[in-house]
């Protein structure tokens, strides 16, 4: 098979965790005869420097002619003094919203090798954490109605939460899809008992639901949710929340893994088209030196292959070299710890290269 992908390298980190990820994609490639044929195009601060803007025209053409979209990351100090609308973030935005993307994968997976790394007791993650939480993309508070007013206690500000049956059931029926695949359990969090929008996002779930009689189905309020999450991070598998629960939620998930530079991420809509990154940022202090840690962007290819291409057999193989080399004590800088050998980015991509 022949995939035609967008890389969006963008900032700081951004090129060379994913100059990493491509060396693996194209690795896997040829061991399954697959071609991979990349097209680099700028997004977030770079494109700032050279068009004046953090989302030109051109990256979000190339990127819908796509057949899926790999990203770096975006962002740096030295575009920090920007308004907010043309700041490198809204490239990520901009994005999600031009490729019609309204699920938010973020896997939570704390391999056996890094359970030292984990701020948990080890008693709470006996057995293993392999959550994945499906976060609504696109709607909610986030994109709802904004605004300033006066009132009789000075200017106040609001921002709406609002959620249609349409978008409560397509992220829905996303997360039961992928748990079908996984331990067929979803939790669906929301603030029912008190929230309106909530208690038509519970009706929805409850819909949908009928539809998947193979899989379980609870649900937790988002408050409890938080602390459920770190009494017992094991019982869960799938969580599918709204947008401004599933970004904290996730955040929370991810500090069980160890560091932020093994989690990746994936953004879906219809068909095949994605978009996939890791969930770090550009961490420009230490750009350019070979220190990055490259397995979240490499994890994020093995989503794409998973859940843009469907293929389940060379997916798996990348995380199970990652798994590997874990395994035999290699480290870069983030998850270091004593007895460890230290590798630096490209030498991590090596390893990981080695075992596929």
């Known amino acids: ?144 109605e904004k605004g300033r007013k006066q009132t009789d206690m000075g200017e106040a500000a609001y921002d709406v939460e609002q959620y249609s049956v349409k978008e409560v059931e397509r992220i829905t029926r996303t997360a039961f899809e992928i748990a079908r695949k996984r331990k067929k359990h979803v939790t669906n969090v929301d603030k029912q008992n008190v929230l309106e929008s909530s208690r038509l996002w519970r009706s929805v779930v409850l819909d949908v639901a009928k539809d998947y009689p193979d899989v379980e189905l609870d649900h937790l309020y988002v408050d409890n949710a938080s602390m459920q999450l770190i009494m017992r991070p094991t019982t869960f598998d799938v969580i599918v929340t709204g947008n401004i629960f599933g970004d904290i939620l996730s955040d929370e998930a991810s500090q069980m893994t160890g560091s932020i530079g093994m989690l990746p991420s994936a953004s879906l809509g219809e068909g095949s088209l994605g978009m996939y990154e890791p969930v770090h940022g550009s961490a420009p202090d230490i750009a350019g030196q070979n220190i990055a840690n490259p397995i979240a962007t490499i994890l994020s290819g093995a989503m794409l292959l998973k859940y843009s291409f469907g293929l389940q057999d060379e997916s798996k193989i990348i995380e199970d070299a990652v798994a590997k080399v874990l395994n035999k004590g290699y480290r870069t800088g983030d998850i270091m710890s004593e007895g460890m050998k230290k590798l630096g980015c490209k030498e991590m991509a090596d390893a990981i290269l080695e075992e596929i």
């Open 1 to 144: 098979m022949n995939y035609n992908l967008a890389v969006v390298a963008g900032d700081g980190i951004g090129p060379e965790v994913m100059e990493q990820n491509i060396r693996v994609l194209d690795k896997v490639g040829k061991k399954f005869g697959h071609t991979f044929k990349y097209e680099h195009v700028l997004g977030g601060g770079c494109a700032i420097d050279k068009f004046g803007e953090p989302l030109p025209q051109n990256t979000i053409d190339v990127c819908k002619a796509s057949d899926s979209v790999l990203l770096g990351a975006v962002g740096g100090w030295q575009w920090d003094t920007l308004p907010g609308d043309k700041r490198p973030e809204r490239a990520l935005l901009g994005l999600r919203g031009a490729l019609g993307l309204y699920a938010n994968l973020r896997p939570a997976t704390l391999h056996e090798a890094l359970k030292d790394a984990c701020p948990l007791k080890p008693e709470l993650v006996e057995g293993g954490v392999d959550i994945m939480v499906v976060r609504e993309l696109t709607g909610g508070m986030y994109f709802g």
